[in-house]
């Protein structure tokens, strides 16, 4: 029954974030179900601008271990990646590495210690300007 709720609660995520990217940046996004069979592709389907989404709705945050999640998604599509995670009781967060890290092209501009955490508007400004 674990294994169950906890995918349930994961496409619930995935369809209340899908809902916020069409609210406020427009478009066709969809949820990704390759995930269910082949690791590592992102949980939307499109790219959100320029960024690969890893979305997480779980209590306890394990972001290590999901940045790198998001890292390796990414890489095999050649984007940016967003670690969108919903903080219980209080919504939605996007965590993206900062410009000037990811920019340099150094392994250490992919760490964890050199992202941003971003309130949902703060992000749709950044895919907005980026696209």
Known sequence: MTGAFSRSKGARGEREV???????????FNRNYKQSY?????????????YLLEIK????????????QALAAASKRDAIPCLAYKVPRKGWRFRVPMPQAWSSGHQWGREIQYTMDLAPDGFFLLVRELS
Request: glycine share 12%.
């Open 18 to 28: 899908v809902q916020m990217l069409k609210d406020n940046l427009g478009g066709d």
């Open 38 to 50: 082949e690791a590592q592709h992102g949980d939307i389907e499109q790219l959100v601008g320029p």
């Open 57 to 68: 709705n779980c209590a306890t945050h394990n972001f290590k271990a999901w940045w790198q």
